[in-house]
């Protein structure tokens, strides 16, 4: 689209701390609930890790969908992927701890070739990113349901340690997500595919001009974004303590982790946002759950509000823009 | 609408340079169907299958409004949804509240896909987002309204649109009053994309925006009346389907992303500019000809699945392949 | 082209689907024998009453939980993603009402998500408040660690579906599906002659309930000789449920339709009523539309169920559990009738929602029918 042709530079302060005013809305409205209900034993410090570890696997996924989203792209297919990987950990490691290493092996191997595949789809054979990954989600999907319709295998105890464990009071987990973060933000942040992951997302044909391989840089950050619903796979399947077919697809993974994403301020389009972002659009989606719980808002309810939040959400950083939405 | 006119340039390159090739592969499906099936060739066979198929044709033909404009619409399945439980629960079973509860339910398809368009437009939110939340919202509306359940029963005068069948007529036998409503409502969207000017300015917006805004279209306005007649497009599906099969509390759902792929099996191009309503519509049989062919076959949803994914990457990388050979 | 392909993978799919020995066993003989003997043996407990009765008589002794009230019950539930949770839910609330000792009940949505779920009992420990919980759990083998978890802290109760572990104080649950399919498939083996086609409506694979519906009623059906002419997966929607149900009508006769869930079976219904072909013998389930037009059109049917009343006994164990007094354990089996022609019509109630669950226990309770949405 010729529109995007000259991005206007936003050099807005608002921009950056966006997302952090939007998480402070939602601790106050967190604080303020609990206090207006007078259920303060809420405002604890041991509370506050379980409101954070409510959402891992969103975390871990939408790391990735960072990634695909920042180079204009898009992935559909996290959830049939975090379905398979944990029915394939699960299967291969099926209670032995010996199997913990090759199943990890296969469960990450099996994330780098659904990786490369979106990616060459989309860089290569230039189908649309929705498209191209609904398609892919649709095949997963299937083939997985083909062989297995319930939960299959069992992860041994060791593994469990993956999603049960925790260093004092804080989950193994929740490090792991901030480790991930942070590891993230570094490749986005001082490494050369980071900076030419915005420059892609920005403007392709401009990157391409510049001398980046565009369709590597696709590929890679396809990779990345396949590799981090694996890794959520795996942690699904040390939670649940085995793999089924319809974890993913149940929990929603895909439509919300581009939700967290767009909430975080990373632009749809591509070009602009972070992983700070993310990692703050991830801690406001576990706040809302628990404030609906806190305040006993009934399910159906809960879908109205969430439906509302997501498009003021994002409407707060997108309506000063100029440009014409998508 | 408006009396702006595009120049004329616009109008030539929207002129198709050959046949669409979704036309060939809807006819080698039912072929193969009829193979499969020599049953089909009878007027209840096709008959049945058109019947079936008319929901989805219409949806996708209404969404392909948005998806030429530059967007997309993913709200239709909820809206088919809101229509199905609230239908029945402002009708229950009274036949004499079915005008009123139509023209309620049209009402608020139109303030639906008004909604879409504000938010899109003003607020500048991607249609993808934007239309996402209006789904869990909407999905949520139509639990709360009814507690969770249909509270109420559809009227026989209500279902009429997607169950009854003319019988006893001279050669084709049997005509579904589904597949009446597909010609009507598939020929009014056709003119209205193909024949006048708001369809013109539709294909500009989505082709080039910035273009279109320097000649004058009113981008906004006519982006809304695309949200407007998905969501009405969306209506008359969720009448259809309740009126085929009665209410159900999870019909809508999946309806969007088939009305999508059925626009790009048309040859619709995400992101704008290019998408014709008659393709559209074969598309929409192709993928009910698809279900139907493996049904036939036996084979098991998995399947089904996988074709369907692999069926949606081929036809959106055979039509970027065709794009690049005629220079489009 | 596609043809060959979609055989290519059917092919390759049936070579490689019997490698996965370790899948949970649906066919279990032992069990179905269990339940077969559940479904004629007479229940314990209060005549007229089946959410306070029981098929087995070990009680468990709740001395060590008793406290005094009021009583905080925290319920962690699945989700109400479906009518017949929709009137369970609605069975429970009200059935908190008529308990005084409990002061609050707390509950927590997982929308259908067992990570929420097991998200949503750690929040309901950390805030500890609850007195006990009742968990419905999303799937079986996935919330059992955070039961157990929950277990060490306090008396916890389990409904419908079960845990892997026998640390809760008791497990709450009709006779089961074994049950279920053997009564809609014995009744059409009793009106069917052998060699009769029938076909058989599944709502979708996987669900551990739902499965042992089909083995159940698949076994009576082939026992008595009947011809299964297919075993379709209708998602539960209607409208695939009436195509999937013509398109067998317009390859042959069908004497039988057999069904896993109910929530489809006037759709099927439909299919011979606009096809204009005979009636077959019907098993649906204790739904309202189902029961209506079984009456209406006269059909030769049966409604088993999986009666929604299940969900008004938790509170009352939970109740129990606080006060210190026995209930049955490990496992609180309830009675699980089926509708007949006999009883069909003291269970229609025109002025109850289609969807609503004949068997729901509730027509005594304060707030009828206007709770479950009725007139």
């Known amino acids: 689209m010729s529109d995007i042709a000259n991005p206007p530079r936003f050099t807005f302060r608002f921009e950056r701390w966006a997302p952090a005013l939007l998480l402070g809305f939602a601790l106050l409205a967190y604080v303020g609930i609990a206090v207006g209900t007078g259920q303060t034993q809420y405002l604890t410090f041991d509370n506050l890790i379980s409101i954070l570890g409510r959402s891992i696997a969103l975390g871990i996924t939408a790391v990735g969908q960072t990634f695909a989203i920042l180079v204009s792209s898009i992935d559909l297919s996290v959830a049939s992927l975090i379905s398979a990987t944990a029915v394939l950990a699960s299967v291969v490691m099926n209670g032995n701890p010996a199997m913990i290493a090759p199943a990890v092996g296969a469960v990450l191997a099996l994330g780098l070739v659904v990786g490369l595949i979106n990616g060459v789809l989309i860089a290569r054979l230039e189908i649309n990113p929705l498209i191209a990954t609904l398609g892919m989600s649709l095949i997963i999907q299937g083939c997985l349901s083909a062989f297995v319709s319930n939960f299959v295998g069992q992860v041994p105890v060791e593994f469990q340690v993956f999603a049960y464990g925790t260093m004092g009071s804080v989950p193994f987990s929740l490090v792991f997500l901030l480790a991930l973060a942070a590891a993230a933000w570094f490749v986005l942040r001082f490494m050369r595919f980071g900076s030419d992951i915005y420059s892609v997302g920005g403007n392709k044909d401009a990157a391409r001009v510049a001398g980046i391989k565009t369709s590597r840089v696709i590929i890679g950050a396809h990779v990345v974004c396949s590799l981090c619903a694996s890794i959520a796979g795996l942690y699904l399947a040390s939670r649940l303590r085995s793999g089924a077919p319809w974890i993913g697809s149940d929990g929603v993974y895909d439509l919300e982790s581009i939700a967290v994403v767009v909430i975080g301020g990373t632009v749809l389009a591509g070009g602009r946002g972070g992983i700070w972002g993310t990692m703050a659009g991830v801690m406001i989606f576990s706040l809302i759950d628990s404030i609906f719980n806190l305040a006993g808002v009934d399910a159906f309810a809960k879908q109205v509000l969430r439906g509302i939040i997501i498009v003021a959400a994002v409407a707060f950083y997108t309506v000063r823009s100029k440009r014409l939405a998508a | ?328 | ?375």
């Not at chain 2, 049989?285 to 699945?305: C, D, E, K, Y």
């Not at chain 3, 609850?130 to 008396?155: D, F, G, M, Q, R």
């Not at chain 3, 030769?300 to 939970?318: E, G, K, L, V």
């Open chain 3, 1 to 375: 082209m596609k043809k060959i392909l979609a055989l290519a993978l059917a092919a390759g799919l049936a070579l490689t689907g019997g490698t996965f020995a370790q899948a949970p066993n649906f066919d279990d003989p032992a069990e179905f024998a269990r339940q077969k003997e559940f479904l004629t043996a007479t229940p314990m407990g209060p005549e007229g009453m089946p959410w306070e009765q029981y098929l087995v008589e070990t009680m468990k002794d709740t001395a060590a939980f008793k406290k005094n009230g009021p009583y905080t019950v925290c319920f962690s539930n699945a989700g109400v993603n479906n009518p017949w949770r929709v009137v369970g839910w609605t069975n429970m609330q009200e059935e908190v009402k008529l308990h005084p000792e409990i002061g609050e009940l707390i509950h927590v949505d997982a929308e259908g998500s067992d990570d929420k779920q097991i998200a949503d009992i750690d929040d309901l420990l950390a805030g500890g408040k609850c007195s006990v919980l009742i968990v419905s759990p999303n799937t079986t083998a996935a919330l059992t660690p955070a039961v157990e978890k929950a277990c060490a802290v306090l008396p916890v109760i389990i409904f419908d579906r079960g845990v892997n572990t026998d640390c809760p104080v008791t497990f709450i649950h009709p006779v089961g599906g074994y049950g279920f399919g053997i009564q809609g498939a014995q009744f059409i083996a009793d009106n069917v002659k052998a060699g009769g086609n029938v076909l058989m409506l599944r709502i979708l694979p996987g669900v551990d309930v739902l499965e042992t519906r089909y083995s159940g009623g698949k076994h009576v059906l082939e026992d008595a000789g009947l011809n299964i002419v297919g075993a379709e997966f209708t998602d539960g929607d209607n409208a695939k449920t009436k195509s999937i149900v013509e398109d067998y009508l317009a390859r042959g006769k069908i004497d039988a339709i057999w069904m896993d869930a109910g929530a489809t079976a006037v759709a099927a219904v439909e299919a011979f009523e606009d096809g204009g072909y005979d009636m077959p013998v019907f098993v649906g389930e204790d739904q309202q539309d189902f029961l209506q037009k079984w009456k209406e059109l006269g059909l030769t049917a049966i409604a088993p169920a999986y009666p929604s009343y299940q969900w008004r006994t938790p509170i009352i164990a939970a109740v129990r559990t606080l006060k210190g007094e026995a209930v049955p354990s490990p496992e609180w089996i309830l009675p699980q009738p089926a509708i007949t022609q006999a009883t069909l019509d003291s269970f229609i109630n025109t002025d109850m929602p289609p969807l609503h669950y004949a068997l729901c226990g509730c027509e005594g309770m304060a707030n009828y029918p206007a709770a479950w949405g009725g007139k």
């Open chain 2, 1 to 328: 609408m408006t009396d702006n006119t595009l120049p004329q340039a616009d109008r030539q390159k929207r002129q198709l340079p050959q046949v669409n090739p979704v036309y060939f592969v809807l006819a080698a499906l039912i072929v193969a169907i009829i193979l499969q099936n020599p049953a089909f060739v009878e007027p209840t066979g096709y008959m049945n299958f058109l019947k079936r198929a008319a929901p989805l044709a219409i949806l996708a033909a209404g969404q392909v409004y948005v998806i030429v404009s530059g967007g997309f619409d993913l709200s239709v399945g909820s809206v088919i949804t809101l229509v199905v439980v609230g239908s029945s629960m402002l009708l229950n079973n009274d036949p004499n509240a079915t005008w009123w509860v139509i023209a309620v339910m049209f009402g608020i398809g139109i303030g639906v896909g008004l909604i879409n368009g504000l938010v899109v437009c003003y607020l500048k939110v991607p249609s993808l987002i934007a239309t996402l939340g209006m789904m869990i919202t909407l999905n949520g509306v139509a639990f709360m309204w009814s507690g969770g359940a249909p509270r109420g029963y559809l009227a026989d005068s209500f279902r009429f649109f997607g169950r009854y069948n003319f019988t006893d007529l001279p050669v084709i036998r049997i005509l579904p009053v589904a597949v009446i409503v597909l010609l009507v409502l598939g020929y009014a969207l056709y003119w209205l994309m193909h024949r006048t000017n708001l369809g013109r300015m539709i294909h500009a917006i989505g082709d080039n925006p910035r273009a279109a805004n320097l000649a004058g279209v009113p981008i906004n306005r006519v982006r809304i009346i695309a949200f407007i007649v998905s969501s009405l497009s969306a209506v008359a599906a969720g009448i259809m389907l309740g009126g085929f099969a009665g209410v159900s509390t999870d019909v809508g759902i999946g309806y969007e992303l088939q009305a999508i792929t059925a626009a790009v099996l048309g040859g619709a191009l995400l992101l704008g500019g290019r998408g014709s309503v008659p393709a559209t519509i074969a598309g929409a049989l192709t993928l009910s000809a698809i279900f139907t062919l493996l049904n036939f076959l036996g084979l098991p949803q998995p399947v089904r699945q996988i074709v369907q994914g692999l069926i949606l990457i081929a036809a959106v990388a055979i039509a970027v392949q065709r794009r690049k050979h005629t220079g489009r």
